[in-house]
């Protein structure tokens, strides 16, 4: 708003109010004097302009986003833990300690003989990435085998400052109330490996509620990822009653969202001494950026469009790549419309 208000402007302007028959040289007494003066009011308005910006959400920086928020009583989500399946050729004690490469994980649940729940100690994303051989910290007598083999809930980093502005703004203009969409959309979400949620009214029936998840990694959900949200929501033993998230009344569903492969085929002209072999790894790191934008928009944006041209734009721009004709989607040389409780992901990719 201030973006004019520059030192020169503000020297000018000063000068411009004293009568003409004064020395206002550059140099001159009054310039002198004028120059001081002009670079605090120059720096005052420099500050105004933050203060400005600062006041209101679209434009405030994280720290008073967060006191601005917080007047609604909404704060950041916090960083959570991944939660992954561990198995052991012998019982081990819990709260034993183990380590896969930087990460370290702990065991707090016993789920079968020689099978464990393990909770990594780093917060955040960091957790969902690995799977594979784990090193036990301490001593265990009789251990042979230790490995991570699945991950059952996915960690969350904490939620980053366009996420929470959304989230913020959102309020604003969409009450959540008595269990109406915005409520389970909200509250569902918020829970820990949860990367959002599609709601469907009397979808079993009169009085019933269809929750279509997907995990925080932006894909498919485990199976302990479901059976938590079910059990926040509306317990299977009580269904029904209000005992969950769910207001009483409200039979809810939960459900998880579920991977639609997709095999690509294109004709590629390449630039000189390119070809396949060259660009294929880079082809399929564009597509499979373009399939997380588009499962990162599900549900907000409905049913998701896979879209052929979005995919020859991407090869288009990769290194050594002149032209792309004839792309096919399983086959089909036509956009691919998903249902709605489907999200996309890469299988074969050919050029």
């Known amino acids: 708003m201030y973006e004019e208000m520059t030192f020169e402007r503000i020297v000018r302007r000063m000068l411009d ?16 004097a004028v120059c001081g ?8 308005y420099i500050e105004l302009d933050v203060v400005l910006n600062e006041t209101f959400a679209d434009t405030a920086s994280r720290e008073y986003l967060i006191r601005r928020a917080a007047e609604r009583g909404l704060s950041p989500e916090p960083a959570t833990n991944a939660v992954l399946r561990g198995e052991f050729n012998i019982d081990v004690p819990i709260g034993s300690r183990f ?37 036990p910290i301490d001593y265990i007598e009789g251990l042979q085998s230790a490995k991570l083999t699945q991950l059952l809930l996915p960690g969350e980093d904490e939620e980053d400052t366009e996420a929470f502005r959304k989230r913020y703004l959102d309020s ?15 509250k569902v979400t918020a829970l820990d490996g949860v ?60 459900e998880g969202a579920e991977w639609t492969i997709l095999n690509i085929a294109a004709t590629i002209t390449y630039q000189s001494g390119w070809n396949w072999a060259a660009v294929k790894t880079s082809a399929e790191q564009a597509i499979d950026e373009y399939f997380m934008e588009l499962r990162t928009r599900w549900p907000d944006d409905g ?19 002149l032209d792309v004709t004839g792309t096919t989607l399983n086959g089909n040389s ?11 992901k890469r299988g074969t990719v050919s050029g």
């Open 17 to 32: 109010a004293v009568p003409q028959n004064v020395d206002k040289r550059e140099g001159s007494i009054l310039y002198d």
């Open 334 to 344: 036509n956009n691919l419309l998903l249902a709605g409780d489907r999200l996309p």
């Open 303 to 321: 049913a998701i469009v896979v879209r052929i041209s979005q995919i020859e734009m991407r090869l288009l721009n990769l290194p050594g790549v």
């Open 99 to 135: 380590s896969l490469e930087e990460l370290n994980y702990a065991v707090f649940e016993k789920i079968g003989a020689g099978v464990y729940r393990l909770r990594c100690e780093t917060p955040g994303e960091a957790g969902n990435k690995r799977l594979g051989d784990l090193v």
């Open 37 to 44: 003066a002009a670079l605090e009011l120059a720096n005052l």
């Open 172 to 186: 604003l203009t969409s009450i959540a109330f008595g269990g109406n969409q915005a409520d389970y959309k909200q």
């Open 195 to 254: 990367g959002g949620v599609k709601v469907s009214s009397t979808f079993y029936g009169p009085g019933t509620v269809q929750l279509i998840i997907k995990d925080s990694d932006m894909g498919v959900p485990s199976a302990e990822l479901v059976s938590a949200v079910k059990q926040a929501v509306d317990p299977a033993a009580k269904t029904g009653q209000g005992v969950g998230i769910a207001p009483i009344g409200h039979k809810v569903t939960v």
